[in-house]
Structure formats: structure tokens, C-alpha cells
Nanobody, 119 residues
Framework: QIQLVESGGGLVHPGGSLTLTCTAS????????LAWYRQAPGKERELVAI???????NYEDAVKGRFTISRDNAKNMVSLQMNSLKPEDTAAYYC?????????????WGQGTQVTVSS
């Protein structure tokens, strides 16, 4: 099992910055990738950024150049640095960990942290 705990959400003005942090515990050595998803009210959950075991990263087009995902394996932590925030970035942000087991992916989710961008 893998447990994920997010922190760092809050209220920020447009153009501001926030850093989200997700700390993993449990069978962390099995984790292949860590990712951030977000879900706005009335919308489906969407992938924001992902970082794999080789530190390969991918971003949703809407956040490229503004958000940066990073991974600290020593601390079992993944962070999402969010700059130049826009009102449309308002959502609940969720950390996800994925591991490969018996020919299938198993994913774990954190409880989520709210980010609100508003003047």
C-alpha cells in the first residue's frame, strides 16, 4: 500500500504562485510515477503534470511554462510549483502514485488540496 498526503493549497490572486507538496509513505520503492491531477466543479479530473522514475516529465498544455513538477526521492515527495496562476487553475488538486504489479497499473490517490485563484 501507498499513502499520499498533499499540502500547500490555498487562496491566491491571479498572477500569484503556490507550491503543492505530496508526501508518500508505505511501499514507496514500488512507485513508478507521481502525478498531479485537478478537478474543477462540474468537470472531469484531468492530468496536470507527471514525473516518472527516470525524471521524465509531461504537462497539460494549459500549464506548460507556468507549472513545474519535481520529485525528491530521498524525502518521498513530489512538488508542483505553480506560477502565473489564473482563475481557470481553480480546482481541487490531487496527487497520484502509480506502480506496476502483475501486468497492470495500480494507482493511489491523496485526499486532495483546494487551490482557488481569485481577486
Amino acid at each position: 500500500q501507498i499513502q499520499l498526503v498533499e499540502s500547500g493549497g490555498g487562496l491566491v490572486h491571479p498572477g500569484g504562485s503556490l507550491t503543492l507538496t505530496c508526501t508518500a509513505s508505505g511501499s514507496v520503492r514500488l512507485i513508478y510515477s507521481l502525478a498531479w491531477y485537478r478537478q474543477a466543479p462540474g468537470k472531469e479530473r484531468e492530468l496536470v503534470a507527471i514525473i516518472s522514475v527516470g525524471n521524465t516529465t509531461n504537462y497539460e498544455d494549459a500549464v506548460k511554462g507556468r507549472f513545474t513538477i519535481s520529485r525528491d526521492n530521498a524525502k518521498n515527495m513530489v512538488s508542483l510549483q505553480m506560477n502565473s496562476l489564473k482563475p481557470e487553475d481553480t480546482a481541487a488538486y490531487y496527487c497520484q502514485a502509480a506502480r506496476w504489479s502483475e501486468d497492470k497499473w495500480i494507482v493511489y490517490w491523496g485526499q486532495g488540496t483546494q487551490v482557488t485563484v481569485s481577486s
